[in-house]
């Protein structure tokens, strides 16, 4: 909630924004301590399809590169990482960005005047009024900039996370336990790193009644109108979101497909 308001206010202004701090008191003043938590229903709903998907096509995708790797005589290099995990970030995030848009409305809904907001009740209920007042297709609008976010975030998260453990492994008297911990934090803030100017332009797009032409136009804009830093304000929020998230969603992977597949690892 934070990081979506911190990535629109201001929009079209220089100079330095609200910190999140601030965004979170305004936000807690207004709609109360609760309204920090509207749009859970979507982000449940965008983890259950964008997360499960996208580690199953990065497990899949990097067992054929590994299977590939090995007929070969030699063993998988980070470049087929990274791949794996670009084209598993970008297939699960065009299945899943109606779940995207639902999280944005939901999440952005409060910024405007009372008369004005569209008071969803449930990522279902907004679902639904979207594709019957909008059409169809915009659940799927700024899925540019959520597929590239989605393999940014991959190619950080995932690609890393799996160099990080080949090359702890191979230069480190580390324990398992302790490189797969690592790792995971190397990875989220790689993730981080990627992908947050793209999930700016993401929010954006999807807010709703949107000024941009699209991704390059909504890029030009920020660039031209709040300069080039804009694109990573809230950097501290949005890691202290993906860093926990990627460490605790990469550790319980890896040791389930560990459990599952003793032989294979992420």
Same mark, same amino acid.
């Given at each position: 909630?934070?990081?979506?308001?911190?990535?629109?206010?201001?929009?079209?202004?220089?100079?330095?924004?609200? &910190?999140?701090?601030?965004?979170?008191?305004?936000?807690?003043?207004?709609?109360?301590?609760?309204?920090?938590?509207?749009?859970?229903?979507?982000?449940?709903?965008?983890?259950?399809?964008?997360?499960?998907?996208?580690?199953?096509?990065?497990?899949?995708?990097?067992?054929?590169?590994? &299977?590939?790797?090995?007929q070969q005589g030699r063993s998988v290099g980070f470049s087929e990482r990274a791949m794996a995990g670009l084209s598993a970030g970008g297939l699960a995030a065009a299945i899943a960005n109606p779940a995207e848009v639902a999280l944005i409305r939901l999440? &952005?809904?409060?910024?405007?005047?009372?008369?004005?907001?569209?008071?969803?009740?449930?990522?279902?209920?907004?679902?639904?009024?979207?594709?019957?007042?909008?059409?169809?297709?915009?659940?799927?609008?700024?899925?540019?900039?959520?597929?590239?976010?989605?393999?940014?975030?991959?190619?950080?998260?995932?690609?890393?996370?799996?160099e990080s453990k080949h090359q702890l492994k191979q230069r480190t008297a580390m324990s398992d336990r302790n490189i797969t911990f690592a790792a995971s934090g190397i990875a989220g803030f790689f993730a981080s790193f990627f992908s947050l100017p793209f999930?700016?332009?993401?929010?954006?797009?999807?807010?709703?009644? &949107?000024?941009?032409?699209?991704?390059?136009?909504?890029?030009?804009?920020?660039?031209?109108?709040?300069?080039?830093?804009?694109?990573?304000?809230?950097?501290?929020?949005?890691?202290?979101?993906?860093?926990?998230?990627?460490?605790?969603?990469?550790?319980?992977?890896?040791?389930?497909?560990?459990?599952?597949?003793?032989?294979?690892?992420?």
């Amino acid at each position: 909630m934070v990081k979506v308001r911190l990535q629109l206010l201001g929009e079209g202004a220089a100079g330095k924004g609200q &910190s999140p701090l601030a965004v979170a008191q305004k936000i807690i003043a207004e709609d109360g301590f609760f309204s920090l938590y509207n749009g859970i229903s979507a982000a449940w709903l965008r983890q259950a399809s964008y997360a499960t998907l996208r580690l199953g096509f990065f497990d899949r995708f990097l067992a054929f590169a590994t &299977s590939r790797a090995e007929q070969q005589g030699r063993s998988v290099g980070f470049s087929e990482r990274a791949m794996a995990g670009l084209s598993a970030g970008g297939l699960a995030a065009a299945i899943a960005n109606p779940a995207e848009v639902a999280l944005i409305r939901l999440q &952005s809904d409060g910024m405007k005047p009372r008369e004005q907001r569209a008071n969803y009740r449930s990522v279902v209920d907004a679902l639904t009024r979207i594709a019957k007042s909008e059409g169809i297709t915009a659940l799927w609008s700024g899925s540019y900039p959520t597929i590239v976010r989605a393999m940014a975030t991959n190619f950080g998260q995932l690609a890393f996370f799996s160099e990080s453990k080949h090359q702890l492994k191979q230069r480190t008297a580390m324990s398992d336990r302790n490189i797969t911990f690592a790792a995971s934090g190397i990875a989220g803030f790689f993730a981080s790193f990627f992908s947050l100017p793209f999930d700016f332009l993401k929010t954006r797009l999807q807010r709703g009644g &949107s000024q941009y032409g699209g991704m390059i136009d909504c890029a030009v804009q920020a660039y031209r109108k709040e300069g080039l830093l804009r694109f990573y304000r809230g950097f501290g929020t949005y890691f202290f979101r993906i860093a926990p998230h990627s460490i605790i969603t990469l550790i319980v992977a890896d040791n389930v497909t560990s459990y599952m597949k003793p032989a294979r690892v992420l």
